[in-house]
């Protein structure tokens, strides 16, 4: 039997039907323990139990539930799915889908992060969804900015726009799998990522670092004549930055760019 609107109120009881018909009408198919109580009041615990239970509502992570579509069919919460981007966008505010996974969204990476990464500028514990984690990256507001809202199974997404991703990925590589993960992106997709957004978007993050990388990256990667006039002409800050920070700080300094390169990057073993 497939659930329609004519034997819905079959299937469920006259409280749980005003709730998924109120919930409905007001379009949150995800919605939270707090939406619940503002339309039961006390009896909210009791009914998401027995809608959770009925395979009418998915219970998402503590205190947010998702409204399982009619067109699901009975088996219900048992088949029914969530995009991780959508669930991750409903956690935190403010916040953005970043890092490896914008990188990965734009096909700028073919691995696929078994994480969702979230940019926001406030603390968050790692939260699992569906089996899914999402790891909260929290940045400077500062550094909060470049995003772009899209449609993600008709659900408004916010995600950092590709140059943005780039620069974030540089900033902190170790949200992107390593130096090795952004690198390949920008020697295999420099045509289409506009790097000199890249390089006005690492000015106003104002973290050197990220020039350092790059700079490195297009000059290992044999682009830097291609792209050095959009590198600034001065020094690289003191210091010796870790060109990658998921590796041990150890390797040789690099005085042009101001690194210390603890990762060898071999673009010469790099295939499509």
């Not at 947010?64 to 088996?75: C, N």
């Not at 088949?79 to 990188?103: C, D, M, Q, R």
């Not at 799998?177 to 045509?191: L, Q, R």
Request: glycine share 8%.
């Amino acid at each position: 039997m497939k659930l329609t609107a004519q034997n819905y109120n079959i299937a469920l009881g006259g409280r749980e039907a005003f709730l998924v018909r109120m919930l409905a009408q007001e379009r949150r198919p995800i919605f939270s323990s707090a939406d619940a109580k503002r339309l039961l009041g006390r009896d909210a615990r009791l009914m998401l139990h027995r809608l959770a239970r009925k395979r009418w509502v998915l219970p998402l992570t503590r205190g947010l539930y998702a409204l399982v579509p009619l067109d699901v069919g009975v088996e219900g919460a048992d088949v029914f799915t969530l995009h991780n981007f959508v669930a991750a966008s409903l956690l935190v505010e403010p916040y953005y889908i970043g890092f490896w996974s914008a990188l990965n969204y734009y096909g700028l990476t073919e691995q696929m992060p078994r994480t969702t990464f979230v940019a926001t500028t406030v603390s968050k514990h790692p939260v699992v969804v569906l089996s899914q984690e999402c790891r909260f990256v929290r940045v400077s507001p500062r550094k909060f900015f470049g995003w772009q809202e899209v449609q993600v199974d008709g659900h408004p997404v916010r995600i950092s726009d590709p140059e943005k991703t780039v620069a974030d990925c540089l900033d902190r590589p170790q949200h992107c799998g390593g130096t090795e993960t952004i690198a390949k992106a920008i020697y295999f997709s420099h045509d289409e990522v506009k790097l000199s957004q890249v390089v006005s978007y690492a000015k106003r993050m104002g973290n050197r670092s990220i020039l350092k990388r790059l700079g490195f990256i297009l000059e290992r990667t044999g682009l830097l004549d291609r792209y050095a006039h959009l590198l600034p002409e001065s020094a690289p800050a003191a210091g010796f930055t870790k060109l990658d920070p998921l590796s041990r700080r150890r390797g040789r300094h690099n005085t042009r760019w101001g690194l210390l390169v603890n990762y060898e990057l071999d673009p010469e073993g790099w295939g499509y």
